[in-house]
């Protein structure tokens, strides 16, 4: 008998998803698999009924994301943050240009050149040229490419006249920060949406948008960006 998982995968298959589509399909089912600990749905409908309150919650959850999938493959209409184009993860190749993302590192921050890539073990690292020649083995994922020149002014909208030039990673995890990842400001009634990743002079910041606080002027949201630190100091992650 077929499983609950095995037929959504089946049923994205006739879905027919675009690249982009495909990535936030994959990325619900592996929150998907997060929420059960791996169980299968019989699994967790065994421990839910034996009257465990922590199973119950494990249960409820399941379904909420299991539904939201179906939905998914239904409409295939994808989040605003994940159709944002900025985000988009693109395939890291030779002669790209990355920056390194791993703290405590005096490659923290610097740009390099992807020169060559090669396996280690069960992961895939790369050889960077930093300082345009200085070749280092870096894994994968303390890199990100960089896409860019993005106009930025802290504090203000996307679009005011006032920008300062940052880089913008394409990347959808830096530390223990996703895109899409939501919190509430603290002692305000207002919510932010992280959307990005950027570089402003060697230091990694994030990219966020109010949601529901709009410029009347424009009808766009408000982008902001800061420092992991002083944004957790102001804000509280609620999903």
């Not at 609950?4 to 995968?9: K, N, R, V, W, Y």
């Not at 495909?22 to 592996?30: G, V």
């Not at 992991?228 to 804000?235: D, G, Q, R, T």
Request: glycine residues 6%; hydrophobic residues 40%; proline residues 4%.
């Amino acid at each position: 008998m077929i499983n609950p998982e095995q037929q959504l995968q089946e049923n994205a298959l006739k879905a027919n998803f675009t690249e982009v589509q495909q990535m936030h399909f994959d990325k619900l089912m592996s929150e998907l698999e997060v929420i059960s600990g791996g169980l299968g749905f019989a699994e967790l409908k065994e421990k839910a009924e034996a009257g465990s309150t922590e199973a119950l919650q494990v249960m409820r959850d399941y379904i909420a994301k299991k539904e939201q999938i179906v939905e998914f493959i239904e409409t295939k209409k994808m989040p605003d943050f994940e159709a944002n184009p900025i985000v988009e993860i693109t395939e890291i190749k030779v002669n790209d240009t990355v920056t390194f993302l791993q703290e405590g590192s005096w490659r923290h921050g610097k740009i390099g050149e992807i020169k060559d890539f090669f396996d280690f073990g069960d992961s895939k690292r790369a050889k960077v040229a930093f300082d345009g020649m200085r070749i280092t083995r870096c894994p994968l994922l303390t890199l990100a490419k960089i896409a860019g020149p993005f106009g930025l002014k802290y504090g203000n909208p996307v679009s005011t006249e006032e920008q300062l030039d940052v880089l913008l990673l394409e990347t959808h995890q830096y530390e223990d920060f996703k895109v899409g990842d939501e919190f509430a400001v603290k002692n305000t009634p207002y919510k932010v949406r992280l959307i990005a990743f950027v570089l402003d002079r060697g230091v990694v910041k994030l990219l966020y948008e109010t949601i529901d606080n709009v410029d009347e002027a424009t009808g766009k949201y408000f982008v902001y960006y800061n420092e992991p630190e002083p944004f957790l100091l102001k804000c509280k992650k609620i999903r």
